[in-house]
T-cell receptor, first 113, second 118 residues
């Protein structure tokens, strides 16, 4: 079975400061990794994904994430956040041989002016 | 619009009433998922279909919940009878399963239906 942990339920950060949202996963099989963002009253939309290849993945809105297999982590980073980045962020995994998407509990990012 | 249309966007109903939530994914994407989101439990997978066939319904909380996918472009989630604890946002999502791998590479979500049972 797979599971996803997001240790920080809430992350406040000042505008233009860097941010890192942490994600760790547990799986006995290979997985694909994703970060989704949910703005208020909206559905989830894909920020970025890791399928294979380079462990540093760049996504939309200036976000990037790095896959670390030995630490089973996929942390999300942005060097300078904007007010518009205030949202809920979900880390997710999908086993490469299966189609079920498992989501973490989410991290609420609040950008302070 | 990620190609998934959910209706209604908001639903308020009285306890005991039947509620039907609808989802219209773009055809050509062969898996469909129903999720429930609450503050307490986060995102929960209720059921998913592949090629219109229910594959895993282990997340459906009770017999009061049922889901159907009569064709590739339409799915329903029904709650009968509804209870206040069913109040949540229900999301429908579609994915495309890569031939040969059996795995999807991205999920596209609708905007959700906010259900309130009073």
């Amino acid at each position: 079975a797979q599971s996803v942990t997001q240790l920080d339920s809430q992350v406040p950060v000042f505008e233009e400061a860097p941010v890192e949202l942490r994600c760790n996963y547990s799986s006995s099989v290979s997985v694909y990794l994703f970060w989704y963002v949910q703005y208020p009253n909206q559905g989830l939309q894909l920020l970025l994904k890791y399928l294979s290849g380079s462990t540093l993945v760049k996504g939309i809105n200036g976000f990037e994430a790095e896959f670390n297999k030995s630490q089973t982590s996929f942390h999300l980073r942005k060097p300078s956040v904007h007010i518009s980045d205030t949202a809920e962020y979900f880390c997710a995994v999908t086993p490469t041989s299966y189609d079920k998407v498992i989501f973490g509990p989410g991290t609420s990012l609040s950008v302070i002016p | 619009d990620a190609g998934v249309i959910q209706s209604p966007r908001h639903e308020v109903t009285e306890m005991g009433q039947e509620v039907t939530l609808r989802c219209k994914p773009i055809s050509g994407h062969n898996s469909l998922f129903w999720y429930r989101q609450t503050m307490m439990r986060g995102l929960e997978l209720l059921i998913y279909f592949n090629n219109n066939v229910p594959i895993d319904d282990s997340g459906m909380p009770e017999d009061r919940f049922s889901a159907k996918m009569p064709n590739a472009s339409f799915s329903t989630l029904k709650i009968q009878p509804s209870e206040p604890r069913d109040s949540a946002v229900y999301f429908c999502a579609r994915t495309y399963i890569q031939p040969g791998t059996g795995s999807n590479t991205e999920a596209f979500f609708g905007q959700g239906t906010r259900l309130t049972v009073v």
